[in-house]
């Protein structure tokens, strides 16, 4: 195991289906090959255990969005890298936890909603689209795209190592880590 002098929230931000699970488990993969403490906090899980019960009204998102950014900043501040991967649809709340956490990047996904939808990895949006699923982001729920991200993956056109590994070069230029020959085989 690596001394790690700093820990780093790396938040993940974009639609349901944009790539933010997979990038964080690339990059999530390569850190840990490097020797570095990482930690992931997916909104998914997080839903089953930190924010069990909480529904998808804007002040139980925002309040999710809390307890991740919490939960992110005690492991930060512990010299871990903390790779949260959660839709996060506003604004308003992402600058706050950013405010609350002294090393923190902000990691646009960013997908169309069409390529998303034509995605549906796991048939969300179909249920969406049928009136199965309420207030579901980008079909009848908002999703507010960040202004100043550190870092945009465009997986539209991108492979999932050309986005995760954009992901390694901010945090190797920012000196949060020093990832050896990122495999720079995008
Ligand atoms: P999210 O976590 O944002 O809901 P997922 O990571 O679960 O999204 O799903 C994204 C899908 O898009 C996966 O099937 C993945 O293989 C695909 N994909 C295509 N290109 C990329 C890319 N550049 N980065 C991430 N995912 C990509």
């Not at 820990?7 to 349901?16: E, H």
């Amino acid at each position: 195991m690596r001394q790690q002098e700093y820990g780093v929230t790396v938040w993940f931000t974009g639609l349901s289906g944009a790539g933010k699970t997979t990038i964080c488990q690339f990059v999530e993969k390569e850190l840990r090959i490097q020797g570095y403490r990482v930690e992931v906090l997916d909104g998914d899980a997080v839903r089953q255990n930190l924010c069990k019960g909480l529904g998808f009204s804007k002040d139980d998102r925002e309040e999710n969005i809390r307890r991740i950014g919490f939960v992110a900043h005690l492991l930060t501040r512990n010299n871990v890298i903390v790779l949260v991967s959660a839709i996060s649809p506003y604004r308003e709340i992402r600058e706050q936890v950013r405010q609350n956490i002294p090393y923190f990047i902000e990691v646009y996904v960013n997908a169309s909603l069409e390529v998303c939808e034509q995605r549906d990895v796991k048939g969300l949006y179909k249920k969406a689209r049928a009136g199965e699923i309420k207030h579901f982001t980008g079909i009848d729920d908002p999703y507010e795209i960040p202004l100043c991200p550190e870092v945009e993956c465009k997986t539209n056109e991108e492979s999932v190592v050309q986005s995760a590994s954009k992901v390694l070069e901010k945090l190797e230029e920012l000196q949060y880590c020093s990832v050896k020959n990122i495999r720079k085989f995008g």
